[in-house]
């Protein structure tokens, strides 16, 4: 089975610091992509990456930055954290774009800035 | 921008029930999917349809979608206790990049 591990599931930090969500893939899936959820709204993509040094933007990249310097490895960072990016973020990853590929996701970082 | 949207927000049923639950986007699709999520855990794939596809089944699911209509729809049969979670749908327009739906929150009462 494919596991996608997010390096922390609660996360507490204050306003103001950079902050580095990372995640973790064991299946050697070239895409893999970062959201946030919140009540009332779903998932928003907020940045994805479709192969290693690669990233794209997604619907909701402001205040946010990602590093793909490994294919198994995609590192979210608030460059400086606010109050409304309080959420639960949430990784996935998917192989190569084929015609139907489901994307497999991490358990997720609640993360919370004071 | 959010395609998808769901219907109901929040179901509330008994055991041994149907669950059905319906999912509207907007331009066309390669395919569209289900996920389910537990409650503070990531969302785990359930099923896949595809555009060419009009109905599929696994297990107790059954996926239906109607193109013309841009409309989906997850019935799950015979419900459990164990099947209370959130189910988001989410359409592929090509390029393995999602847009997901609000999602139903499904609450089985035993």
């Known amino acids: 089975d494919v596991k996608v591990t997010q390096s922390s599931r609660y996360l507490v930090k204050r306003t103001g610091e950079k902050v580095f969500l990372e995640c973790v893939q064991d299946?050697?899936?070239?895409?893999m992509f970062w959201y946030r959820q919140d009540p009332g709204l779903g998932l928003r993509l907020i940045y994805f990456?479709?192969?290693?040094?690669?990233?794209e933007k997604g619907d909701i990249p402001e205040g946010y930055s990602v590093s793909r310097e490994k294919k198994e490895r995609f590192s979210l960072i608030l460059e400086s954290a606010s109050t409304n990016q309080t959420s639960m973020y949430l990784c996935?990853?998917?192989?190569?774009?084929?015609?139907?590929?489901?994307?497999?996701f991490g358990d997720g970082t609640r993360l919370s800035i004071l | 921008s959010q395609q998808g949207e769901e219907d109901p927000q929040a179901l509330s049923i008994q055991e041994g029930e149907n669950a059905t639950m319906n999912c509207s986007y907007k331009?066309?699709?390669?395919?569209l999917q289900w996920y389910r999520q537990n409650s503070g855990r990531g969302l785990v794939h359930l099923i896949l349809?595809?555009?060419?596809?009009r109905e599929k089944h696994s297990g107790r699911l059954r996926v239906t979608l109607d193109t013309s209509k841009k409309s989906s729809s997850l019935l799950i049969t015979a419900s459990r206790a164990a099947d209370t979670a959130s189910y988001f749908c989410?359409?592929?327009?090509?390029?393995?990049?999602?847009?997901f739906g609000q999602g139903t929150e499904l609450s089985v009462k035993p």
């Open positions: 299946m050697d899936h070239e895409n």
């Open positions: 990456s479709y192969d290693v040094k690669m990233k």
């Open positions: 331009t066309s699709i390669n395919n």
């Open positions: 349809i595809r555009s060419n596809e």
């Open positions: 996935a990853s998917s192989p190569k774009p084929g015609p139907h590929n489901p994307q497999h």
């Open positions: 989410a359409t592929d327009q090509g390029g393995g990049k999602l847009i």
